[in-house]
Structures are given as structure tokens and as C-alpha cells.
């Protein structure tokens, strides 16, 4: 037997299978394409027992049965790799013209602006009244994202998202950070020398606290959103009544601004993340979230900041929440630069997936260039 005559053919044969499998892969990417259009589900499992069976009857030598099976179950497993591959990265440019986006709050709201300014394009804007029904909307599919507030420059993280996000096991597809303001509003004819009430947000309260501290005899009363509260006071129809809210709220509810900018801190921002029931992939994004908690053993945390330096990574948050059922330990929220194709990226992550007694990824995204 001529051992090169032999693997001579084989390399024949192996050139054919390339050009083949290269021209079936393409044509699954043209299915892709043709699927994500009519809505239609990449895994067609009748269609996959048909393509098995079709192909066993061709076997003349009925040894290479099982062999057969295998490989076409095999091809047809990469095959859905690549169509979803295909997919996630055109999916991910075109998160800014999603079909339905949720928020929440009313017209006028924070959440509402950093909405219109992320996403250029949408067929229907939902509101909701909280944000745990904002992520519910997402599990049930009545909206395709979910933009969230998620940090405040001058109040800190707004914990009920970092909690909910877990909670629901969505990811982070996007970021936004806007430039909050915050204004003292009032009906027409209204001044500040005849408000008894101030009506908003408590973060609303939070961020103008010099001012609240200098009117000491103003009563403050919580509201959903600062944008309802501007709603409410113009209902209200009453000269005392004030609502500290935005700009936008003052045009969408026909207030006047008594006192404007009076947040403490000039440079005040939000920022929001755009949630997804997906975890979607792009050459572009340059930032990932991810939730561990460490062994509750000395040196654990270190152990993993050291990680991000050994790998040459830029570390850019981290924030602590405590695990509900188990007093004094903590999940931690780290943020930082990176794509998943990276190999310093890989390795780091491999090792959180070992080292942490909970991982999850919870996203890598696009960062705003805005945020520092
Ligand atoms: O025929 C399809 O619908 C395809 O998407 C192609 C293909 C295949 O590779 O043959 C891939 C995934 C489906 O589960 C079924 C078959």
C-alpha cells in the first residue's frame, strides 16, 4: 500500500469538502439573513431530522452510519453558530433602530430624553410604571430594549437597576449619559416666596439638596418620577405647589421655570443602559459588565483587581451589593474596557468563571465617549 498515494487522494477530497462546506455555510448566512427578516427562529429541528435522514440513505457502505450522523450534526451545529453570529453583529448596529423601547416614567422624564437621544430610530415608545416592570416588558417580549438609569456623578448607583438586571437576567447592549438639570417649576405666575410644596423624585431632592437646605420651610413630597410631578403641579393649577423636574418636562407640561439650574452639582450626569434580552456581538464594542462574588476568604477581592492588572486590562467601576441571604457578603459589579474576542479579555473572564462563587456576564457594549 503507497501510504502518499493514499493521503494524496485524501487531500483531493478534503479540497472538495472545503469548497463545499464553504458554499453551505454561506447559504445558512443567506438563510440568516432571510429568517431574521420574516421573524423566523434559526433552529428548525424538522428540518434538521430531514437533512439526516436524506443523507443516510445516500451511504452505500452502511458502516459509516453513525459516523455520517455525527458529521452532519456536527456541520449543522456550526451552521447555527454562524447564523448566529451573522445575525448578533447586525443586530448590534442596528440597536439604535429597535422596533419597541420601553422606559420609565412619563414624557418629560430623564429616562425619556436619554431615550430619544440614544435610539434614532423606533416604531413605538413604551412607558411603564416602574423600572421592574420596564424589565418585565423585556422578558415577555412587548419591547425589545429597555433603557434604564443606572448611575448618577453625584449620587451614586441606582441600585433597584444593578438588583433588577440581575434579577432578570437580561444584558447591557448600550449606554447613554445625559446632562441632568435640574429646575424649580411652576404654573404660570407662580414665585418662589409663595411655594409651601415642592413635589419630585428623592433623587430630584438629592441633587438640589444646597438649594432645599437654604428653604429649609418648603415641604417635600415624593413622587414616582420628576416628570409626573411636573404633570401633577400643572393639574393642580396652584401658585404654591413647585416641581423640581427637567427642561423637557417644563415644555411637555406647559410649566415656567421659577429658579433654573439648581442641582448643587453643575456637572451632574446620568447615566443609563440599554437592556436586551440577548447578549449581542461587535467588533466595535470596547466595554464589558460582569457580576462576581469573591470566595469569602482573605485576599479574595485583591485577588481579582490583580487580575485586571496582570492582564493589562483598564478597570473603569467597581460596586458592591449585598447578597440578600447571606449577611455581610457581597456581589460586585465590575466595569471595564474590553472586547470578548480579546485574548486578555478571555483569560480574565475564564478566570472569574473559576474563581468566583457567582459569574455573570451581564454585557459587552459600546461606551459612550461622553463618560470618562
Ligand atoms: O434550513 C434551514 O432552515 C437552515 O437554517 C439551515 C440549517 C442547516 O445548516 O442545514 C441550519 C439550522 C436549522 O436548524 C436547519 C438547517
Known sequence: MDLNKLRNEIDEIDKKIVELIERRYEIAIDIAKYKEKNNIPIYNE???????????????????????????????ELSKDIQKRVIKIKKNLNVKEAKKIGFQGS??????EALLKYFKNYEEIKKYPSFEEVFKAI??????????????????EITDTYDLIRKYGLYI????????EQNLLGISGAKLENIKEIYSHPQGFQQSREFLDEHKDIKLVSFPNTALSAQY?????????????????????????IVPSINSNKNNYTRFVIVGENFEKSIENNKISI???????????????????DNNLNMLSIKSRPIQD???????????????????VKDTLEYFKKESGYFKFLGNYKKDDNIL
Open 173 to 180: 447592549v448600550g449606554e447613554i449619559a445625559i446632562k441632568i
Open 107 to 112: 414624557e418629560g422624564s430623564f429616562s425619556h
Open 326 to 344: 447571606r449577611p455581610w457578603e457581597y456581589f460586585f459589579y465590575i466595569d471595564f474596557e474590553g472586547n470578548l474576542e480579546d485574548e486578555n
Open 233 to 257: 403641579i400643572k393639574e393642580q393649577n396652584d401658585k404654591s405647589k413647585g416641581a423640581i423636574a427637567s427642561i423637557r418636562a417644563k415644555e411637555e407640561y406647559g410649566l415656567e421655570i
Open 139 to 156: 422578558n415577555k417580549r412587548d419591547i425589545e430594549y429597555g433603557i434604564v438609569p443606572i448611575d448618577n456623578s453625584s449620587t451614586g
Open 291 to 309: 457580576i462576581v462574588s469573591t470566595p469569602h476568604k482573605t485576599g479574595g477581592l485583591y485577588k481579582f483587581i490583580k487580575k485586571f492588572a
Open 46 to 76: 424538522i428540518r434538521e431530522k430531514e437533512v439526516i435522514n436524506k443523507n443516510l440513505k445516500y451511504i452505500e457502505n452502511k458502516e459509516f452510519m453513525n459516523e455520517v450522523k455525527k458529521t452532519f450534526i456536527n456541520i449543522m
